[in-house]
C-alpha cells in the first residue's frame, strides 16, 4: 500500500528516514514484481520530498526545563566566557 | 640637658623590636578571620629545609604574595608533591615571626589545584567509580543517529549554551533544544546540578543530553570531578555527553559520560547530524531507488526480448511438427507391435483350422454320405426307429439340402442306397 501524504505527517522525520531507507534496500534486493516495485518507488519519492522539505523548513525551538533547578533565582557566577571556538 | 632628658623618657616610652613584634603577633593571633583560614594562590620560592624537615614557599597571586611555613609535623601529611607554580589552598593561621619581624602563614594543611593533587584526587575518585563499574565500556550507550529533543544541561548565561545554539542552528535544526538551567560553579553548583540532571531524567521525553560548560580555571571545573555529580551522570537515562571546558581539560564526568567531547561546539557537533550531509543521505537513497527501478525495467524488457525472438514465435509450425513427428513414429511402432502379437497367433490357428477340416462332416459329405433330419421331431436321423412312413425328413448333402417323403421303414437297407 502506498502511503498518503496524511499518514506521512504522522510519522517522525527519523521513522520517515526509515522508511525510506529500507524501501530503497527492499527495490534493490529487486525480488518484488514490477507493480509493486513502481509503487514502493513512489513511496520513496514521497517520504525523500517530505523529508527534505522538512529539514529544509526547520527551525530550532529552545525551551526551557525551569522546574527544580536550585538555586537560579541569580545567574550562573562570572562563567569565564573563553570559548576555544 | 634637656636633650638627654627627653632621651630618656623616650627611652622609657619605646619599645623593643621583640616587644613590637610580639605585640603584633597578640594582635593577629587574637582575630579569629585570619586563625584557621583558607588562602588561595600559586606556590613559589619553595625551600624543603632538609634538616628540619620544615617547607618554607610564598603564595602568590598576580598582584600580592605572602610568606608561608609549613612544620615537619603537618608536612608530612601533605599527599602530593609541592612544586613552584602548583594552584593550592592552605589552611592555615596568620602569625608574626618575631624573630625574623616578618608575618607568614602557619600551614597546617595544603590543598592541590594544581596538577599533582588533581591527579590524585581525580585518581581517587575514578578509582571508586570503577571499582562500581561506572567506567565500563560496556555501560557506553550509542548516541541516537537522529535526535529530536535534547537536553543540555549548563548555565542559561554561559558561552556554552550559545556555541550549542549556534551549531544546532547550523548544522541541524529540526531538533528541540531544551535548556536545563543549573549553576556550573560555585558552592551550589554541585547541588544545583545534580537538581538539572534529576529534572531531566524525570522528564523523560529525552533522546540524549549534553553536561556542559564553557572554558575556566582548574578550580572553576572542580564541580564536573564531583563524585555526587559523575554517579548521578552515569545514571542517567538516555545517553549523556559531557563537555567540559577546552581540550586539555578533563574530568571524572568525562570518564563516566556515554561520550565525551572536548568542547561544547563538539558535543553539539556529535549529538546532531549535519543537515546537509542528511540531505546528501535521502538524495542518494533516491537516486538509489530510481536506478533499481530502473534496473527492473530493463530486466523486464530485455526478459520480453529473450521471449519474443524465441523459435515459437518465429517458427510455429515447429511445435506440431515435432508432434507429428512423434505421432508417426508411436503408429509405427503400435503396427510393429501388433504384428509381434498376431503372426504367431495366426500361424497356429492355420494349423488348427487345417486339424478342422480334417474332421468336418462337410467332408464326409463330399464322399456320398448325407444326414438326414426328421423334420417332425426335428432330430438328426441316426436309427430307423427315429422315422415313420409319411414323415417328412430333410436331407443334407455336399453341396446343400433337399426334402423328402418316407415311404416306408425297414430293417435292412433294401437297395437303392441309404436315406
Not at chain 2, 618575631?98 to 578509582?127: C, H, K, M, N, V
Not at chain 2, 541541524?172 to 560555585?186: N, S
Not at chain 2, 527501478?293 to 523486464?300: E, F, K, N, P
Not at chain 2, 453341396?399 to 433294401?414: I, L, Q, T
Request: hydrophobic share 40%; net charge negative; proline share 3%.
Amino acid at each position: 500500500m502506498a502511503v498518503g501524504t496524511e499518514n506521512l505527517e504522522k510519522m517522525s522525520f527519523e521513522e520517515r528516514l526509515a522508511k525510506l531507507e529500507r524501501i530503497v534496500e527492499t527495490l534493490e534486493e529487486g525480488k518484488l514484481g514490477l507493480a509493486k516495485s513502481l509503487e514502493l518507488f513512489e513511496e520513496a519519492v514521497a517520504l525523500a520530498r517530505s523529508c527534505r522539505s522538512e529539514l529544509e523548513d526547520a527551525e530550532l525551538r529552545i525551551t526551557h526545563l525551569t522546574d527544580k533547578a536550585e538555586g537560579m533565582d541569580r545567574p550562573a557566577v562570572g562563567e569565564a566566557d573563553d570559548e576555544a571556538e | 640637658m634637656a636633650h638627654f632628658y627627653d632621651s630618656i623618657r623616650l627611652l622609657a616610652q619605646s619599645v623593643t623590636v621583640t616587644e613590637i613584634n610580639t605585640h603584633l603577633k597578640q594582635i593577629l593571633d587574637s582575630h579569629d578571620e585570619i586563625q584557621g583560614c583558607w588562602v588561595r594562590g600559586e606556590i613559589a620560592d619553595l625551600h624543603h629545609h632538609t634538616q628540619s624537615g620544615h617547607i618554607y614557599f610564598s603564595l602568590k597571586d598576580h598582584q600580592s604574595r605572602i610568606r608561608c611555613v609549613m612544620f615537619r609535623s603537618d608536612a608530612v601529611s601533605v599527599p602530593f608533591r609541592l612544586s613552584d607554580g602548583l594552584s593550592v589552598i592552605v589552611y592555615g593561621d596568620i602569625s608574626v615571626y618575631t624573630r625574623g619581624g616578618t608575618y607568614q602563614l602557619y600551614a597546617r594543611q595544603i590543598l592541590g589545584l594544581g596538577d599533582g593533587a588533581l591527579a590524585r584526587s581525580f585518581e581517587l575518585t575514578r578509582q571508586r567509580l570503577a571499582e562500581d563499574g561506572l567506567l565500563d565500556v560496556a555501560r557506553k550507550r550509542d548516541l541516537p543517529r537522529f535526535p529530536r529533543r535534547i537536553a543540555v544541561i549548563t548555565s542559561p548565561e554561559g558561552a556554552a549554551l550559545k556555541d550549542i545554539i549556534a551549531v544546532m542552528k547550523r548544522r541541524y535544526p529540526i531538533v528541540e533544544l531544551v535548556v536545563v538551567p543549573c549553576l556550573v560553579q560555585g558552592d551550589n553548583a554541585v547541588s544545583s546540578i545534580l537538581s538539572a540532571l534529576d529534572a531531566a531524567a524525570e522528564d523523560g521525553r529525552f533522546d540524549v543530553g549534553i553536561l556542559t560548560r564553557g572554558g575556566g580555571a582548574a578550580d572553576d571545573l572542580w564541580v564536573f570531578n564531583d563524585e555526587s555529580v559523575a554517579r548521578q551522570l552515569a545514571d542517567m537515562p538516555f545517553p549523556m555527553v559531557c563537555a567540559v571546558g577546552h581540550e586539555r581539560d578533563f574530568t571524572v564526568c568525562d570518564l563516566v559520560a556515554d561520550v565525551r567531547a572536548p568542547t561544547p561546539s563538539a558535543a553539539a557537533e556529535m549529538v546532531v547530524p549535519d543537515m546537509s550531509s542528511v540531505l546528501d543521505q535521502i538524495f542518494h537513497m533516491e537516486s538509489r531507488a530510481k536506478r533499481s527501478l530502473i534496473a527492473l525495467a530493463d530486466m523486464c524488457q530485455s526478459r520480453m526480448r529473450a521471449l519474443q525472438s524465441s523459435w515459437v514465435f518465429r517458427r510455429p509450425d515447429m511445435i506440431t511438427g515435432s508432434h507429428r513427428q512423434a505421432l508417426e513414429e508411436l503408429a509405427h511402432r503400435l503396427e510393429l507391435a501388433l504384428t509381434k502379437i498376431i503372426e504367431p497367433r495366426n500361424t497356429k490357428l492355420g494349423l488348427i483350422a487345417g486339424r478342422l477340416e480334417a474332421c468336418s462332416p462337410l467332408k464326409t459329405l463330399s464322399r456320398g454320405y448325407s444326414l438326414v433330419t426328421n423334420m417332425r421331431s426335428n432330430q438328426l436321423v441316426l436309427s430307423t426307429s427315429q422315422v415313420a412312413p409319411g414323415d417328412d425328413i430333410e436331407v443334407r448333402v455336399s453341396d446343400g439340402v433337399f426334402s423328402a417323403r418316407v415311404k416306408g421303414v425297414g430293417g435292412e437297407p433294401a437297395g437303392g442306397g441309404r436315406h
